[in-house]
């Protein structure tokens, strides 16, 4: 079963406007971590943020945020103010803790996200 | 900060040859993967090392084998390359710990004819 669900496999943004890219997820372990990357055309995996899943508050870095609902299992990934560097796939993943100590992540398919001027 | 490094960065093989990729990283991470990436596919596990001396399958192992030659390397060796194989290949690290990201190398573009 998949347990971690990209649905939009591409979306556009207007320069400057806020985007958000969708996560779903499915875990029985009650403690796990949630994960979003960027990856733009040049290739590189960059790491943006991270969510536990017992953090009381949102995570947010910079211009990313994460619109975190456990009930909902979703983690859904906030750009604000998008610049056109943003053009990038984006890739959810989510780590168990019961697969912790293996460091193993579970990544969805990704949404390819292009930034308009 | 070098941080992973993978070489080399593209390859063209042709089928039934063999070739090791390399991956080293310089971050004392305990745990290294070896992931594929197909054209608009997300990332697969091929093979994975949680420590120094162990390494287990992932989702895709067939067809690979691995070898964790002390704690800073791991390798990937494609015994006998088949089309199927044409991929986008990263090594990636990370140290023990539920919030602890993974670290990506830049990664191997691999074709095989």
Known sequence: ?117 | NAGVTQTPKFQVLKTGQSMTLQCAQDMNHNSMYWYRQDPGMGLRLIYYSASEGTTDKGEVPNGYNVSRLNKREFSLRLESAAPSQTSVYFCASSPTGLNQPQHFGDGTRLSIL
């Open chain 1, 1 to 117: 079963a998949q347990k971690i669900t990209q649905t939009q496999p591409g979306m556009f943004v207007q320069e400057k406007e806020a985007v958000t890219l969708d996560c779903t997820y499915d875990t029985s372990d009650p403690s796990y971590g949630l994960f979003w990357y960027k990856q733009p055309s040049s290739g590189e995996m960059i790491f943006l943020i991270y969510q536990g899943s017992y953090d009381q508050q949102n995570a947010t870095e910079g211009r990313y945020s994460l619109n975190f609902q456990k009930a909902r299992k979703s983690a859904n990934l906030v750009i604000s103010a998008s610049q056109l560097g943003d053009s990038a796939m984006y890739f959810c993943a989510m780590r168990e803790a019961l697969t912790s100590n293996t460091g193993k992540l579970i990544f969805g398919q990704g949404t390819t996200l292009q930034v308009k001027p």
